[in-house]
């Protein structure tokens, strides 16, 4: 797999995240009325002190993760374990999670094709020797390693 690829598989991983967001939104009309109701009641006045704090950092969440996308996009070395580190956050907010999650099919259907293309990008990002190297070469140009010139230091004086 080259760079091209592997950005295209990123892209298509925003996009899905964003349609699942959407349709997350839009679609929750189409449950039943039993779960609408339920869904109607969940308002922010409704929630725990404990559900709000869960709330709030989900939005953190949110940000770290749109942060941890746009590094990995300019090959950054931090995004890498920034993006794992948010995936493994993510599945410990779903089991500590204290109210039913309720999602339509087409929601459903994005998250798990976005869940498919997180562990794409994980893969390639950690194991593929292409793209492995771009955020290694990153690193140790940062670092000064060895074949690149050391940053910052001037020629030695006669």
Known sequence: MNTKIFRLILIAYGITD?????????SHRMLPPELWAYMSSR?????????????????????????????LFFWKSWARSLFLLLNIAGLLLIFINPTPVVITSLSYGFITTNSFLTGIILACAYFNPAIKGRFDRKEKA?????????????SPDP
């Not at 349609?19 to 997350?24: K, L, R």
């Not at 404990?50 to 746009?70: D, H, K, P, T």
């Not at 940062?142 to 001037?154: D, E, K, L, N, R």
């Open 18 to 26: 964003i349609a699942a967001f959407i349709s997350a939104i839009i």
């Open 43 to 71: 308002t922010l006045s409704a929630l725990t002190g404990y559900e709000r704090i869960l709330l709030y950092l989900s939005c953190g969440f949110v940000v770290a993760a749109f942060i941890s996308y746009v590094g």
């Open 142 to 154: 940062q670092q000064g390693g060895p074949g690149y010139p050391p940053q910052g230091v001037g």
